[in-house]
T-cell receptor, first 115, second 115 residues
Framework: AQSVTQPDIHITVSEGASLELRCNYS??????LFWYVQSPGQGLQLLLK??????LVQGIKGFEAEFKRSQSSFNLRKPSVHWSDAAEYFC?????????????FGKGTKLSVIP | EPEVTQTPSHQVTQMGQEVILRCVPI?????FYWYRQILGQKVEFLVS????????KSEIFDDQFSVERPDGSNFTLKIRSTKLEDSAMYFC?????????????FGAGSRLTVL
């Protein structure tokens, strides 16, 4: 069965600083990997996804993530954080089930941004 | 951009009462899901639904839960006799269609509080 680990529960960065959120996954085959963001009172919004091909993927809001098979990682990065990026970030791995498509999520990393 | 819509956004109920959470998936999507997130824990898969029947379900989805697509647009989750431990955020999601089949679009969630 697949699993996702997000080692950092809470990260605080200053506005304008760079950001890296860690994600490690366990999955037997080539994974489909996702990052979702949840702002307070909002749903889960897809930031970016990796299915195949180029291991560096670009997403919305200036985020990118790099798939490293050898490290089973899919870390999320942003070169310069904005105050509006404060939210909770979830890494997920996808698997095709018997007929549907399931996501297994990590516990999430809460990002706080200091002005 | 198409959205998944969930109602209510917050419901408070007494233990033992029945609750129905409603969702309107994206119109051309074929698969529908419920996930839940207990406060401070992971987002967990509950059930998937396709072609008017349950496609897969997790061990969490026991006999007190049921799902239904009563008409062409709504997708509901019913909890027959709520328990304290059912307090959580419940997310509806959908996917499938002509593109992005492996990407789930989530609603904003329905927060259920059982007293």
């Amino acid at each position: 069965a697949q699993s996702v680990t997000q080692p950092d529960i809470h990260i605080t960065v200053s506005e304008g600083a760079s950001l890296e959120l860690r994600c490690n996954y366990s999955y037997g085959a080539t994974p489909y990997l996702f990052w979702y963001v949840q702002s307070p009172g909002q749903g889960l919004q897809l930031l970016l996804k990796y299915f195949s091909g180029d291991t560096l993927v670009q997403g919305i809001k200036g985020f990118e993530a790099e798939f490293k098979r050898s490290q089973s990682s899919f870390n999320l990065r942003k070169p310069s954080v904005h105050w509006s990026d404060a939210a909770e970030y979830f890494c997920a791995v996808g698997a095709q089930g018997a007929g549907s498509y399931q996501l297994t999520f990590g516990k999430g990393t809460k990002l706080s941004v200091i002005p | 951009e198409p959205e998944v819509t969930q109602t209510p956004s917050h419901q408070v109920t007494q233990m033992g009462q029945e609750v129905i959470l409603r969702c309107v998936p994206i119109s051309n999507h074929l698969y529908f899901y419920w996930y839940r997130q207990i406060l401070g824990q992971k987002v967990e898969f509950l059930v998937s639904f396709y072609n008017n029947e349950i496609s897969e379900k997790s061990e969490i989805f026991d006999d007190q839960f049921s799902v239904e697509r009563p008409d062409g647009s709504n997708f509901t989750l019913k909890i027959r006799s709520t328990k304290l431990e059912d307090s959580a955020m419940y997310f509806c999601a959908s996917n499938g269609g002509f593109s992005g089949a492996n990407v789930l679009t989530f609603g904003a969630g329905s927060r259920l509080t059982v007293l």
